[in-house]
T-cell receptor
Framework: GENVEQHPSTLSVQEGDSAVIKCTYS??????FPWYKQELGKGPQLIID?????GEKKDQRIAVTLNKTAKHFSLHITETQPEDSAVYFC?????????????FGKGTLLTVNP | SAVISQKPSRDICQRGTSLTIQCQVD?????MFWYRQQPGQSLTLIAT?????????ESGFVIDKFPISRPNLTFSTLTVSNMSPEDSSIYLC????????????FGDGTRLSIL
């Protein structure tokens, strides 16, 4: 089955700096890659996603890039703010004909220091 | 996106008992899923709740332990049966409006502790 690796597990940045979280996936058949933000006591919130026919997608301060050849995708957050502090999860789906099953990375705890 | 409500939000249960978790969506959705998130860990899919038929379980999860119902397009339940401390986790419901790589949206989860 699909395997998603996520790095780093923790990331601490100063307010205003950029943050980058990277994920790799194992199954070249995967074709949908969402990113979720989970705050303490809440469920994961979808913040951005990308499909395999697109190399990059941007939404205000958040962008995601996808390299299908290398089987990796990254989340970029610019001008970080303290409210960006949370656990971020990447995921992949489309592997093995299961076009809905999400396989998640282990998460990155992002801390933005004021 | 759909508003997803889970009940209860948290509970503390005795080992050997069972608890049913409810997931209500404010609009009709095609797909409903149940995930487990163990403390400080990532999310693992338990099963897909299929309307009008048995749920589809992932490897390592069985119907006797996690019976699921989905009577209509807006509601599903997950029961955690014969609980042990190892079942202490967050249980999350998610929904998607379509079957093919549509975004999944999550409820806030049920935080379950087993004594």
């Amino acid at each position: 089955g699909e395997n998603v690796e996520q790095h780093p597990s923790t990331l601490s940045v100063q307010e205003g700096d950029s943050a980058v979280i990277k994920c790799t996936y194992s199954d070249s058949a995967s074709n949908y890659f969402p990113w979720y933000k989970q705050e303490l006591g809440k469920g994961p919130q979808l913040i951005i996603d990308i499909r395999s026919n697109v190399g990059e997608k941007k939404d205000q301060r958040i962008a995601v890039t996808l390299n299908k050849t290398a089987k990796h995708f990254s989340l970029h957050i610019t001008e970080t703010q303290p409210e960006d502090s949370a656990v971020y999860f990447c995921a992949a789906s489309g592997s093995g004909g299961s076009n809905y099953k999400l396989t998640f990375g282990k998460g990155t705890l992002l801390t933005v220091n004021p | 996106s759909a508003v997803i409500s889970q009940k209860p939000s948290r509970d503390i249960c005795q080992r050997g008992t069972s608890l049913t978790i409810q997931c209500q969506v404010d609009s009709q959705v095609t797909m409903m899923f149940w995930y487990r998130q163990q403390p400080g860990q990532s999310l693992t899919l338990i099963a897909t709740a299929n309307q009008g038929s048995e749920a589809t379980y992932e490897s390592g999860f069985v119907i006797d332990k996690f019976p699921i119902s989905r009577p209509n397009l807006t509601f599903s339940t997950l029961t955690v049966s014969n609980m042990s401390p190892e079942d202490s986790s967050i249980y999350l419901c998610s929904v998607a409006t379509g079957a093919s790589n549509q975004p999944q949206h999550f409820g806030d989860g049920t935080r379950l502790s087993i004594l």
